[in-house]
T-cell receptor, first 114, second 112 residues
Framework: NAGVTQTPKFQVLKTGQSMTLQCAQDMNHEYMSWYRQDPGMGLRLIHYSVGAGITDQGEVPNGYNVSRSTTEDFPLRLLSAAPSQTSVYFC?????????????FGPGTRLTVL | AQTVTQSQPEMSVQEAETVTLSCTYDTSESNYYLFWYKQPPSRQMILVIRQEAYKQQNATENRFSVNFQKAAKSFSLKISDSQLGDTAMYFCGRTGTYKYIFGTGTRLKVLA
């Protein structure tokens, strides 16, 4: 199992550009989430999904879109990048059915918006 | 807002010594799980230890143990016999409906 994979690992954008951060998991997990990590702020939830076709907003959803067409994939889209979106982004997944299930994280994407 | 608070932004400990990282949380739920994740310089998030709220016995994983005080909503992490490889950012958190809720992290440095 590859676990949770994210691409790219690093990305530099100019203000106003759009891009998609890719996330995939091969563990057949129902729940997937996107977080951003900023110094002094910890990990903040952007969007999450409880299954294919079902997504919901987290704590900091503005400026980001998600979709979940398959169980495996959960891409995060930045429609018009802003410097405030400079951050490290983590995708995570876990099984449904119990809070005891461990959440697995991808390796992260470091995004810089100039 | 239901939050997780880590009041120690940075800590340091001598190699082989013991260190305790603090964490408090807020929740109105009766059943939940608490956890500590470690993030070394590689940036990978690694689960260190997990505690079920309805279990009174404190969880232990080798050199890592927790002090869980449910009434006080406190969940501290004790690292015994600290090693250089324990140098990392540590995040405390709890489960919520469909979500994990994290604190702001404590950066731990183990000194040789």
């Amino acid at each position: 199992n590859a676990g949770v994979t994210q691409t790219p690992k690093f990305q530099v954008l100019k203000t106003g550009q759009s891009m998609t951060l890719q996330c995939a998991q091969d563990m057949n997990h129902e729940y997937m989430s996107w977080y951003r990590q900023d110094p002094g702020m910890g990990l903040r939830l952007i969007h999450y999904s409880v299954g294919a076709g079902i997504t919901d907003q987290g704590e900091v959803p503005n400026g980001y879109n998600v979709s979940r067409s398959t169980t495996e994939d959960f891409p995060l889209r930045l429609l018009s990048a802003a410097p405030s979106q400079t951050s490290v982004y983590f995708c995570a997944s876990r099984k449904a059915g119990g809070r005891a299930d461990t959440q697995y994280f991808g390796p992260g994407t470091r995004l810089t918006v100039l | 807002a239901q939050t997780v608070t880590q009041s120690q932004p940075e800590m340091s400990v001598q190699e082989a010594e013991t260190v305790t990282l603090s964490c408090t949380y807020d929740t109105s739920e009766s059943n939940y799980y608490l956890f500590w994740y470690k993030q070394p310089p590689s940036r990978q998030m690694i689960l260190v230890i997990r505690q079920e709220a309805y279990k009174q016995q404190n969880a232990t994983e080798n050199r890592f143990s927790v002090n869980f005080q449910k009434a006080a909503k406190s969940f501290s992490l004790k690292i015994s016999d600290s090693q250089l490889g324990d140098t990392a950012m540590y995040f405390c958190g709890r489960t919520g409906t469909y979500k994990y809720i994290f604190g702001t992290g404590t950066r731990l440095k183990v000194l040789a």
